[in-house]
């Protein structure tokens, strides 16, 4: 599995970014993606996550209306959009293989993730 995120970057508060991942080493289209962040100094969230035919769930309430997740199944691809970015967005992001539910109880080392996009959202 490899998942390679990028986007990522320096962003006034209000302010858009657009993070891509690129996944390979599995059949792409088969699996739900999700995003994860972490914040500095703060353990890893789930933000959002995507099913293998496009339905979306969004983790944090304060994304919703602001971020959206997308797939291209073609092209193995993943995306988030993020408007209106909060300095509280600032953290690195993570694509990770597979979806996430509300009694997903797994540990953090057993969900393949790539090396992350940091977001810096500042004035």
């Known amino acids: 599995v490899q998942l390679v995120e990028s986007g990522g970057g320096l962003v006034e508060p209000g302010g858009s970014l657009r993070l891509s991942c690129v996944a390979s080493?599995?059949?792409?289209?088969?699996?739900?993606m999700s995003w994860v962040r972490q914040a500095p100094g703060k353990g890893l969230e789930w933000v959002s996550s995507?099913?293998?035919?496009?339905?979306?769930?969004y983790w944090i309430t304060d994304v919703e209306g602001r971020f959206t997740i997308s797939r291209n199944n073609a092209r193995k691809e993943l995306y988030l959009q993020m408007n209106n970015l909060h300095p509280g967005d600032t953290a690195r992001y993570y694509c990770?293989?597979?979806?996430?539910?509300?009694?997903?109880?797994?540990?953090?080392?057993?969900?393949?993730r790539g090396q992350g996009t940091q977001v810096t959202v500042s004035p």
């Open positions: 995507i099913t293998q035919k496009g339905a979306t769930e």
């Open positions: 990770a293989k597979g979806g996430h539910w509300p009694t997903d109880t797994r540990s953090w080392d057993s969900i393949p």
């Open positions: 080493g599995f059949p792409y289209s088969d699996y739900a």
